[in-house]
Antibody, heavy 119, light 110 residues
Framework: QVQLVESGGGVVQPGRSLRLSCAAS????????MHWVRQAPGKGLEWVAV????????YYADSVKGRFTISRDSSKNTLNLQMNSLRVEDTAVYFC?????????????WGQGTTVTVS | QTVVTQEPSFSVSPGGTVTLTCGLS?????????PSWYQQTPGQAPRTLMY???TRSSGVPDRFSGSILGNRAALTITGAQADDESGYYC??????????FGGGTKVTVL
């Protein structure tokens, strides 16, 4: 079945880096744009970044622009998020999500999330 | 910076109907914003209910429906059930690859 599994979360000090991964299975990974969405403790959902189906285009929320880099490896069906210069306010559960079509029409499949704590 | 607005909370009786809305601090929501709706209970991943305004996600019962009402996107729940008690989030596409979530609506069924 269609599945997304995040990994790589943990506890990290402010200013340090962390790399999250999302393993996709059960669908043609290279067909869909992929998103990262986060949720700080007790807060709502916040969109973080999206990468186009072919990796050619990447877009970021202002809160992470210049610090985070989204990438994908279609040979491994893997989505990544490289997080540099981490801040306390980046503490959140990070979800990867698939877009519902090739051209940005909304997220439809979600992973279970991985927790990042910056402290 | 455009803010996506949702009602903070709503109460509905079992079997009743409730319409949640998703608006913009400036301007109107249209289908070009591809409004999408997610249900989330604490500690769980979001569950997709609707994307691209009114496309129901796989397995979502037809008592959930999406639409544009006036200048806002809307999610209507008909025949509310106890397990509909949850948080509901909308997200809108702002163009240039950018998406923005609303603050969420907490729905109570009582």
């Amino acid at each position: 079945q269609v599945q997304l599994v995040e990994s790589g979360g943990g506890v990290v000090q402010p200013g340090r880096s962390l790399r999250l991964s999302c393993a996709a299975s059960g669908f043609t990974f290279s067909y869909y744009p992929m998103h990262w969405v986060r949720q700080a403790p007790g807060k709502g959902l916040e969109w973080v970044a999206v990468i186009s189906y072919d990796g050619a285009n990447r877009y970021y929320a202002d809160s992470v622009k210049g610090r985070f880099t989204i990438s994908r490896d279609s040979s491994k069906n893997t989505l990544n998020l490289q997080m540099n210069s981490l801040r306390v306010e980046d503490t959140a559960v990070y979800f990867c999500a698939r877009d519902s079509s090739r051209y940005y029409t909304g997220m439809d499949v979600w992973g279970q999330g991985t927790t990042v704590t910056v402290s | 910076q455009t803010v996506v607005t949702q009602e903070p909370s709503f109460s509905v009786s079992p079997g009743g109907t409730v319409t949640l809305t998703c608006g913009l601090s400036s301007g109107s929501v249209s289908t070009s914003h591809y409004p999408s709706w997610y249900q989330q209970t604490p500690g769980q991943a979001p569950r997709t209910l609707m994307y691209s305004t009114n496309t129901r996600s796989s397995g979502v019962p037809d008592r959930f429906s999406g639409s544009i009402l006036g200048n806002r996107a809307a999610l209507t729940i008909t025949g509310a059930q106890a397990d509909d008690e949850s948080g509901y989030y909308c997200v809108l596409y702002m163009g240039s690859g950018i998406w923005v979530f609303g603050g969420g609506t907490k729905v109570t069924v009582l």
